[in-house]
């Protein structure tokens, strides 16, 4: 069951609108241009607007059409009606298109019709990295908490598989292997015998992952149970039983926040040859001045007290049409004592929908 909502927008002279007289024979027009495919159509409100004008249709009480005459000559006509499950659609998108040229030709407009979206008890939209819309084919929603931390899904999409979904924002799936396979530079580096620290890394995908490549030792330093507990459940083809077991001959996870672990290690003077962050994606922000981009140099100054003079940080970054972001994340790389350097890789990611950076960074040593 979902509350659909069409879209239409028209484009006239904008002279047609904000002209209040020549704006009623505009609004008599595209009435009578609607009631050719709403035939029991009827005005229930109108009112003048600072910008423009608006009215609002309803046919049969069932859909309703809010209609906003903009002075700017834009014209944006939501259509929207409640549909059930097994009910076919009261507005088709073919019927849109049909009322889009319709009105084009009736009001001498160019326009544009957009598919249904659907707001119901199952979210199929998320965000890019720049705030674009992306609808999912998700149809079922798995398991759905709140840890101390941070809410959690697991849902399924019929393309995609189970996806973790944490804070409304699409984690990983099931089919996004080339996402761990991108962080770890996978046939790149070179992980046999080595000892390996990550910081986050949740879902079990990349220690899974990094397990296959006979490493030393690996720990895994993971603050949020709940988590591991749901991606153990529900995510058994990206993380094996590494979140079931949680320690054996080459690996632990330790549940604790890494801030903790990395000032233990700095006291130890414990190295690793690679430090993984697999934490949250860094910020959208125009500016490196909040907490969370003071959370990330500190992770990032922490990290590489840990590291060996040969050793590595592999991290996520953003998506690449955020450069802003990367810029900022850059530019605290550029801050780092003693200095650094670094390069970028990029992946398209299925569930993010859009190409992702991953960032390589090591001691610079010249």
């Given at each position: 069951?979902?509350?659909?909502?069409?879209?239409?927008?028209?484009?006239?002279?904008?002279?047609?609108?904000?002209?209040?007289?020549?704006?009623?024979?505009?609004?008599?027009?595209?009435?009578?241009?609607?009631?050719?495919?709403?035939?029991?159509?009827?005005?229930?409100?109108?009112?003048?607007?600072?910008?423009?004008?608006?009215?609002?249709?309803?046919?049969?009480?069932?859909?309703?059409?809010?209609?906003?005459?903009?002075?700017?000559?834009?014209?944006?006509?939501?259509?929207?009606?409640?549909?059930?499950?097994?009910?076919?659609?009261?507005?088709?998108?073919?019927?849109?298109?049909?009322?889009?040229?319709?009105?084009?030709?009736?009001?001498?407009?160019?326009?544009?019709?957009?598919?249904?979206?659907?707001?119901?008890?199952?979210?199929?939209?998320?965000?890019?990295?720049?705030?674009?819309?992306?609808?999912?084919?998700?149809?079922?929603?798995?398991?759905?908490?709140?840890?101390?931390?941070?809410?959690?899904q697991i849902?399924?999409?019929?393309?995609?598989?189970?996806?973790?979904?944490?804070?409304?924002?699409?984690?990983?799936?099931?089919?996004?292997l080339i996402?761990?396979?991108?962080?770890?530079?996978?046939?790149?580096?070179?992980?046999?015998?080595?000892?390996?620290?990550?910081?986050?890394?949740?879902?079990?995908?990349?220690?899974?992952?990094?397990?296959?490549?006979?490493p030393k030792?690996?720990?895994?330093?993971?603050?949020?149970?709940?988590?591991?507990?749901?991606?153990?459940?529900?995510?058994?083809?990206?993380?094996?039983?590494?979140?079931?077991?949680?320690?054996?001959?080459?690996?632990?996870?330790?549940?604790?926040?890494?801030?903790?672990?990395?000032?233990?290690?700095?006291?130890?003077?414990?190295?690793?040859?690679?430090?993984?962050?697999?934490?949250?994606?860094?910020?959208?922000?125009?500016?490196?001045?909040?907490?969370?981009?003071?959370?990330?140099?500190?992770?990032?100054?922490?990290?590489?007290?840990?590291?060996?003079?040969?050793?590595?940080?592999?991290?996520?970054?953003?998506?690449?049409?955020?450069?802003?972001?990367?810029?900022?994340?850059?530019?605290?790389?550029?801050?780092?004592?003693?200095?650094?350097?670094?390069?970028?890789?990029?992946?398209?990611?299925?569930?993010?929908?859009?190409?992702?950076?991953?960032?390589?960074?090591?001691?610079?040593?010249?």
């Amino acid at each position: 069951m979902s509350a659909q909502t069409i879209l239409v927008g028209l484009s006239i002279d904008p002279n047609r609108i904000s002209d209040q007289f020549r704006r009623k024979d505009a609004v008599k027009l595209l009435e009578k241009g609607l009631l050719n495919f709403f035939p029991q159509l009827k005005l229930i409100f109108e009112t003048n607007t600072s910008d423009g004008y608006l009215c609002v249709f309803s046919q049969n009480d069932t859909i309703f059409l809010n209609v906003r005459f903009f002075n700017h000559g834009i014209i944006a006509i939501n259509i929207e009606y409640f549909k059930n499950d097994i009910e076919q659609p009261l507005v088709t998108f073919d019927l849109t298109r049909q009322v889009r040229n319709h009105l084009e030709k009736t009001l001498n407009a160019i326009g544009h019709a957009y598919p249904p979206i659907h707001r119901s008890q199952i979210r199929k939209y998320f965000l890019s990295s720049d705030d674009r819309i992306f609808e999912f084919d998700i149809d079922k929603v798995i398991f759905e908490g709140t840890s101390p931390f941070q809410k959690i899904q697991i849902v399924h999409s019929k393309s995609l598989g189970n996806i973790l979904v944490l804070d409304e924002l699409q984690n990983i799936a099931e089919s996004d292997l080339i996402y761990t396979e991108t962080l770890m530079q996978r046939g790149i580096e070179n992980y046999e015998g080595k000892e390996i620290c990550i910081l986050g890394g949740g879902d079990g995908a990349l220690l899974y992952e990094l397990l296959k490549e006979k490493p030393k030792y690996v720990i895994m330093l993971e603050i949020d149970e709940m988590v591991m507990q749901v991606c153990n459940k529900y995510m058994k083809s990206i993380c094996g039983n590494v979140l079931e077991l949680r320690k054996g001959e080459h690996f632990e996870i330790i549940v604790e926040d890494c801030m903790i672990y990395l000032d233990k290690f700095i006291k130890e003077s414990k190295k690793f040859d690679y430090v993984f962050g697999d934490l949250t994606d860094i910020p959208i922000s125009d500016a490196p001045s909040n907490e969370i981009w003071n959370f990330f140099h500190s992770i990032l100054e922490h990290s590489f007290k840990i590291l060996k003079p040969t050793g590595k940080y592999l991290t996520h970054g953003n998506g690449i049409n955020s450069p802003h972001s990367l810029s900022m994340f850059e530019m605290q790389l550029e801050k780092l004592d003693p200095k650094v350097k670094f390069t970028r890789s990029t992946a398209f990611v299925p569930s993010f929908m859009e190409d992702w950076v991953f960032y390589q960074i090591a001691f610079d040593n010249i």
